[in-house]
């Protein structure tokens, strides 16, 4: 088995570190996910929950690398980042999609009978599945994260946001069945 990665690591730029964690492993909560999709945020982007600023809900997006930010989003989902950057960055990368590569019982506890492929394979069900949730909120990742094989990693707009909707922060892996579809939020502006 390799290696964990180390908070170094995480204290880069998250469209550096985006990429560079496709194919790696996430374990938590019983479950290991293989990363195949991901979005970069920094605090100079407007999509990005830290674009005001530090606030109560964001906290952890500002402190050291390596913790876990989870939030509730549309009143009912939870979504895990992977805060990233120097202490005070305000920058993250969401956990998009994966593939559950171990503890598949656990996951399917919590996301019901369905598809391996759609056990993880959207930012909510992805944190369903590992069991994450507002307590997880500053857990962290150091020495859960391993690093995998990436294969070709494509790169793109971000999915379901409206502010800089075609910024190409989003990376997944190639032909890979457990990214998720992407899906422009109809309020973005439209594609010139």
Request: aromatic share 8%; with cysteine.
């Amino acid at each position: 088995m390799s290696e964990a990665l180390d908070r170094s690591f995480f204290a880069r730029d998250p469209v550096v570190v985006a990429p560079e964690l496709l194919g790696c492993t996430v374990t938590a909560n019983g479950v290991t996910v293989r990363l195949t999709e991901v979005e970069a945020y920094r605090e100079d982007d407007p999509a990005s929950h830290s674009f005001r600023g530090p606030t109560k809900r964001t906290a952890v997006m500002f402190g050291p690398a390596g913790f876990l930010y989870v939030y509730f989003t549309y009143g009912m989902h939870y979504c895990a980042n992977l805060v990233c950057g120097a202490p005070g960055a305000g920058a993250a990368v969401l956990l998009r999609a994966g593939e559950v590569v171990a503890g598949e019982a656990r996951a399917r506890e919590r996301r019901g009978d369905r598809a391996a492929r759609d056990l993880a394979r959207g930012p909510a069900r992805l944190a369903q599945a590992m069991g994450w949730d507002r307590s997880d909120d500053g857990r962290d990742m150091v020495g859960a994260v391993r690093p995998g094989a990436r294969g070709v990693v494509l790169a793109g707009p971000r999915t379901g946001i409206t502010k800089a909707a075609d910024t190409a922060w989003r990376f997944w892996l190639e032909g890979d069945r457990f990214v998720s579809p992407y899906k422009r939020h109809p309020k973005a502006p439209p594609v010139v």
